[in-house]
């Protein structure tokens, strides 16, 4: 291995198993010969207005057709212009117009165990029912509402009227606290909240409206709160402000037209999660947005009339909301949507709904994988799970390990497993399997999709070659691009485009191996760099993984003196009480595995390791915790504040 340059990544990791999918799967994919991937990616790419232009044509309903499919001066983009359409038409009566009024769109399962169905019928129903509310508690288009809600299927109704009259919504998942939905609040100017009295977690009530209330008394842009009954708890209700769910949108007419939208009326903000900082509200427009998330769960789903399809995402991010509700839905999918923890009442409480409602695709993310394997494989062995036939991830690479674990004791070594690499920013999945074609690599989110063209590059904006990882960018536009940060032109610049002119830099490392498969290395801002050797953390995370004893791993680097930096662990084993042997098994495992060089100099054993809100490691703090700071910077994300108290205690 030669000495880094130009800011490349070393590469240590080797991973070679290959998984073909099953020919019974492929036989009836939507995607099912190679031939008919690259005839797409190469027009898409080679002509990206003339293909882009017949997707739109076919997969979106039009009130006035577009007159120019995509205008692109970098980093500005807008797509199907002067075209109008509405993505809660294109969700809802596009369906029943096709006949697909009585399918499930909804089926819901509440966390103590309650249960509702809607039809395509049924939620259209009440999302005009809402969307009159909307109307008249003086709600207009281009209005900002921030929707703070549990996972019930008002939540999904409320995001789907905000679309069909225009109003902009800003989902702020439950978890956040009343100074995080503040600051969200004021950075939007939103004129309404949508919450619950309050929500069930692992039994428990926790009085949302209460927070909500605190929020308020900092959110002077707010007018109206609207209050869905969820729990039946006691909450204040202030005259003049708040009303409940039910006195105004039980008695409105469930028939309202939907608004005709341009195609470039904002359709949602979203702030993201904050892995790296103050989170940003990210803007995405109508069209391309809901072209892109029903397209790519098209293809990446494998989309079939007979599935039930469950993606355990919180609507709270962006998975939610490209796809639980705008994707799935405007493809006429039967979604599973449910409200509570995965270990509640038990750890089988997954593997139990799977059963139940006979789930054939299932999409979560390697922090739930984690746990599930951390739990133990007994919850999975009561249940009956083979009416599975796709499985997904996304979130975070997902280790080898954790992916295996995921093939064999989940998809029973006969479903692909599709690993997703998209952003909040990107709108929808970007690179992923196709699951009737691509024979998958644990840990490689494989290949671009149509319309995707990444390239990976050095410091110098040279292309990295096989041996080494690079910054990863998209050269070309694409519908469900982020079209800003919401009111902060100068950040959207500088974060993205400022870096290598007329690229999209997506913040991630990436290498692109022999066969032009994709492999995520981690986040820009984690590398670490041991005696002039960049290393990936998620190599070394993987690495660690692979033994037997660890459930999860976190990596980061500290500064040393003489390497500039060294290696930090922070590893979470099965063991209750580990000790300094296995400490050295580690050490000896990582070396063999991907060298020496990578081996961690400090190996922390942590009960967890602290994550945002959305199950994602928080190495930033971690690297503060190794180098013996306090952590700096914003933590308003951070899931779990005793985890960080813990973790210094064992310094
Ligand atoms: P912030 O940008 O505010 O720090 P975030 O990046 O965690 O928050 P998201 O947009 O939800 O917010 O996450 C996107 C990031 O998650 C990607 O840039 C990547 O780092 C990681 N990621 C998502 N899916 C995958 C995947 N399949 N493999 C590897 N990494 C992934
Ligand atoms: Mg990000």
């Not at 293809?299 to 796809?323: E, K, L, P, Q």
Request: charged share 25%.
């Amino acid at each position: 291995m030669s000495e880094s340059s130009s800011g490349q990544i070393d590469h240590v990791l080797d991973e070679s198993r290959l998984f073909p999918p099953p020919a019974e799967f492929t036989q009836k994919a939507v995607i099912r010969t190679t031939e008919q991937y690259d005839e797409l990616y190469a027009r898409a790419r080679d002509d990206r207005d003339g293909f882009w232009r017949q997707e739109a044509l076919e997969h979106l309903h039009w009130f006035e057709p577009f007159d120019e499919t995509c205008k692109w001066d970098s980093p500005h983009a807008e797509w199907f212009i002067n075209g109008k359409t509405n993505a809660s038409y294109n969700c809802l009566d596009r369906n029943i117009e096709l006949g697909l009024g009585d399918r499930p769109a909804i089926i819901w399962e509440g966390e103590p165990g309650d249960t509702r169905t809607l039809t395509y019928n049924e939620l259209k129903t009440e999302v005009c029912k809402c969307a009159a509310a909307l109307r008249e508690l003086g709600i207009q288009s281009g209005d900002i509402i921030s929707i703070y809600m549990p996972m019930t299927p008002e939540l999904a109704i409320a995001m789907l009227a905000c679309a069909r009259i225009g109003a902009i919504h800003s989902v702020i998942f439950a978890g956040f606290s009343a100074e995080s939905i503040a600051d969200r609040n004021h950075d939007a100017q939103a004129k309404m909240v949508i919450t619950s009295d309050g929500l069930y977690r692992r039994g428990k009530v926790l009085p949302l409206k209460e927070t909500v209330d605190e929020a308020l008394e900092k959110s002077p842009s707010v007018q109206t709160c609207l209050v869905l009954k969820r729990v039946g708890n006691e909450v204040a209700m202030r005259e003049g402000r708040d009303v409940w769910w039910h006195d105004v949108v039980d008695k409105q007419s469930g028939d309202l037209p939907a608004e005709p939208m341009d195609s470039e009326a904002t359709l949602f903000i979203l702030y993201t999660s904050g892995s790296t900082g103050k989170p940003k509200g990210i803007r995405h427009t109508t069209a391309g947005y809901n072209l892109w998330a029903k397209r790519t769960f098209q293809w990446v789903f494998d989309h079939r009339d007979d599935d039930i399809y469950w993606c355990t995402a919180d609507c709270g991010w962006i998975t939610g909301h490209s796809y639980i509700v705008y994707g799935p839905l405007a493809a006429g999918a039967s979604c599973l949507m449910y409200e509570g923890a995965p270990n509640y009442p038990a750890e089988d409480r997954f593997w139990e709904l799977i059963e139940k409602y006979k789930v054939t695709i299932l999409y979560t993310a390697p922090t739930a994988i984690r746990a599930f394997i951390k739990w133990g494989d007994e919850h999975v062995d009561k249940h009956d799970l083979s009416s599975l036939r796709l499985l997904g991830t996304v979130g975070e690479g997902i280790n080898p390990e954790a992916w295996m674990w995921y093939h064999k004791k989940i998809g029973g070594e006969k479903c692909p497993i599709v690993d997703t690499w998209w952003q909040t920013e990107t709108g929808g999945i970007m690179m992923s399997p196709l699951p009737g074609i691509t024979a998958t690599k644990p840990g490689s989110c494989t290949k671009p999709l149509p319309g995707v063209v990444p390239v990976i590059l050095d410091e110098n904006g040279q292309s990295v070659d096989e041996e080494h990882g690079g910054k990863l960018c998209i050269e070309q536009p694409w519908p469900g691009m982020l079209r800003g940060i919401w009111g902060d032109e100068e950040r959207f610049v500088s974060t993205y485009w400022a870096t290598f002119k007329g690229e999209y830099l997506t913040g991630d490392n990436a290498r692109r191996d022999k066969d032009g498969y994709y492999w995520i290395m981690g986040r820009i801002d984690d590398v670490i760099n041991v005696s002039g050797h960049r290393l990936s953390t998620i190599e070394v995370e993987s690495a660690l993984v692979s033994h037997p004893s660890v459930a999860e791993a976190a990596v980061v680097g500290r500064p040393d003196e003489l390497k500039g930096e060294a290696i930090a662990a922070f590893v979470t084993v099965t063991d209750p009480n580990p000790g300094e042997e296995l400490r050295q098994e580690l050490r000896n495992h990582v070396r063999k595995q991907i060298g020496a060089l990578a081996q961690p100099d400090d190996i922390r054993f942590a009960a967890s390791v602290p994550k945002t809100r959305s199950g994602k490691i928080m190495r930033r703090l971690l690297r503060d915790i190794a180098a013996g700071r306090e952590a700096a910077g914003d933590t308003s994300t951070l899931e779990d504040f005793t985890v960080l108290a813990q973790l210094r205690e064992e310094e």
